[in-house]
């Protein structure tokens, strides 16, 4: 089945730098890859998702890329705000399977 | 988009008891999902519902342990039977539906924090 790795674990930036969290994936089948942020005690929330007939997705500050021959996508958060200070979560699968998410990431962005 | 009500949200419990978790959706789904997200750690599928048939448990979770009812296309139950300290976790109902750019996407509930003592 799919296995989902996600680096890093934790991630530290000052506030206005950028940030690029990892995942890669061990299904070459696997065609849609969502980003989840879930904030302390809230529920995860979909961020930014890619589809495996596109490259590149970005909306306002946050973009994803996916690279599938290689297996793996990455997000990109541009402009770090406070506000961005959550736990980011990846995920892949291919139709009709389940959704396998990685181990996530703590990002602390610091003003 | 779909709008997933869960509850309890959260709920302190005595070991050897058993939880019922509530999950209401605001759309007809076909499939309804059950996760755990232990302390700090990622979302794990216990198991997915279908209105009509049993229930589909991912490997180590079993039925006895979470039965899951699904009476209808809104509705679904999780029940976490004779609890132990271990289970105690966040448990996250789900489901998917359009989204804001028309594909499908994967929806949570606000989960339910349980704390067994």
Aim: proline share 4%; hydrophobic share 30%; glycine share 6%.
């Amino acid at each position: 089945g799919e296995n989902v790795e996600q680096h890093p674990s934790t991630l530290s930036v000052q506030e206005g730098d950028s940030a690029v969290i990892k995942c890669t994936y061990s299904d070459s089948a696997s065609n849609y890859f969502p980003w989840y942020k879930q904030e302390l005690g809230k529920r995860p929330q979909l961020i930014i998702d890619i589809r495996s007939n596109v490259g590149e997705k970005k909306d306002q500050r946050i973009a994803v890329t996916l690279n599938k021959t290689a297996k793996h996508f990455s997000l990109h958060i541009t402009e770090t705000q406070p506000e961005d200070s959550a736990v980011y979560f990846c995920a892949a699968r291919k139709y009709g399977n389940k959704l396998v998410f990685g181990a996530g990431t703590i990002l602390r962005v610091k003003s | 988009s779909a709008v997933i009500s869960q509850k309890p949200s959260r709920d302190i419990c005595q070991r050897g008891t058993s939880l019922t978790i509530q999950c209401q959706v605001d759309s007809q789904v076909t499939m309804m999902f059950w996760y755990r997200q232990q302390p700090g750690q990622s979302l794990t599928l216990i198991a997915t519902a279908n209105q009509g048939s049993e229930a589909t448990y991912e490997s180590g979770f079993v039925i006895d342990k979470f039965p899951i009812s699904r009476p209808n296309l809104t509705f679904s139950t999780l029940t976490v039977s004779n609890m132990s300290p271990e289970d105690s976790s966040i448990y996250l109902c789900s489901v998917e539906d359009r989204g804001r750019d028309m594909n499908t996407e994967a929806f949570f509930g606000q989960g339910t924090r349980l704390t067994v003592v």
